[in-house]
């Protein structure tokens, strides 16, 4: 009687197994099927740098339900005999704050390779993101590599 017990069990456990895995198989493909509620594109800029002192400006206008801008660079190799200063500032009416500034040395990714996120301040309007090209050896600021504020 107990093999029996055991046959039947053994049986339905395996017909539930299968019954799932089917279930779980049909609602896998509805899932795919389904379109995000809300979709975003992803604004993209292309700049080259290749000419010194000149200034390339990004500039996200705050918008609403956005609490952040956020400034992402590929990989960009520069020029042996330059180095490039990145910044980012706040504006509010007439007004900026410098936020962040970094030298990037030999890639723009040094700076910009992992996305940099600006919260927005109260009274900003857009965030700017400023690159340009230096030559080597200039004296620039030099205590300000790498910081966020």
């Given at each position: 009687m107990m093999n029996i017990v055991r046959k039947y069990i053994g049986t339905g456990l395996i017909t539930l197994v299968g019954a799932l895995g089917i279930m779980g198989m049909s609602a896998g493909a509805?899932?795919?099927?389904?379109?995000?509620?809300?979709?975003?594109?992803?604004?993209?800029?292309?700049?080259?740098?290749?000419?010194?002192?000149?200034v390339i400006k990004v500039v996200r206008n705050r918008s609403t339900g956005k609490s952040k801008a956020t400034f992402y660079a590929e990989p960009q190799l520069l020029d042996e005999n330059a180095v490039a200063i990145v910044s980012i500032r706040s504006i509010a009416s007439d007004t900026g704050i410098e936020r962040f500034r970094c030298v990037a040395t030999h890639d723009?990714?040094?700076?910009?390779?992992?996305?940099?996120k600006?919260?927005?301040?109260?009274?900003?309007?857009?965030?700017?993101?400023?690159?340009?090209?230096?030559?080597?050896?200039?004296?620039?600021?030099?205590?300000?590599?790498?910081?966020?504020?």
């Amino acid at each position: 009687m107990m093999n029996i017990v055991r046959k039947y069990i053994g049986t339905g456990l395996i017909t539930l197994v299968g019954a799932l895995g089917i279930m779980g198989m049909s609602a896998g493909a509805a899932w795919a099927e389904r379109t995000p509620a809300r979709t975003s594109e992803a604004r993209a800029t292309k700049s080259e740098l290749s000419t010194y002192h000149k200034v390339i400006k990004v500039v996200r206008n705050r918008s609403t339900g956005k609490s952040k801008a956020t400034f992402y660079a590929e990989p960009q190799l520069l020029d042996e005999n330059a180095v490039a200063i990145v910044s980012i500032r706040s504006i509010a009416s007439d007004t900026g704050i410098e936020r962040f500034r970094c030298v990037a040395t030999h890639d723009i990714a040094e700076c910009l390779g992992t996305p940099v996120k600006i919260k927005y301040l109260p009274l900003d309007t857009k965030v700017v993101l400023e690159i340009q090209l230096v030559p080597r050896g200039l004296d620039f600021d030099r205590d300000a590599l790498a910081t966020l504020h």
